[in-house]
């Protein structure tokens, strides 16, 4: 198993940003495709965006294409979310999650998809 450590999250105004860092272990980090997501209270889990194992690809949810971007560092073993002009409704938990068993261009949306997930950062977005 891989254990993932996600770290970042706080209270920000809206219009702010904020950098969540994924950190995983247990196995080396280029192997997996790594996905952000995010759960309101009282909603389900949502997807956020996707970065393949490569790097070269990413996905991102309509509701935050254009203001997140993700990106990873294979040599600090740590991949970023960077989140720019937060809103209110962005206001969730945030959870990393990886995928071990896929080619080096995937990218997924569904939580199913994924094999390991963090314990999640608390982002709140105040207006």
């Known amino acids: 198993q891989v254990q993932l450590v996600e770290s970042g999250g706080g209270l920000v105004q809206a219009g702010g940003s904020l950098r969540l860092s994924c950190a995983p272990s247990?196995?080396?980090?280029?192997?997996?495709?790594m996905g952000w997501f995010r759960q309101a209270p009282g909603k389900d889990r949502e997807f956020v965006g996707a970065i393949s194992r490569s790097g070269g690809n990413t996905y991102y949810a309509d509701s935050v294409k254009g203001r997140f971007t993700l990106s990873r560092d294979n040599a600090k073993n740590t991949v970023y979310l960077q989140m720019n002009s937060l809103k209110p409704e962005d206001t969730a938990v945030y959870y990393c999650?990886?995928?071990?068993?896929?080619?080096?261009?995937?990218?997924?949306?569904?939580?199913?998809?994924?094999?390991?997930w963090g314990q999640g950062t608390q982002v709140t977005v105040s207006s």
């Open positions: 247990g196995r080396t980090f280029s192997s997996y495709a």
């Open positions: 999650a990886a995928n071990s068993q896929t080619n080096s261009r995937w990218v997924g949306a569904a939580p199913l998809e994924y094999d390991y």
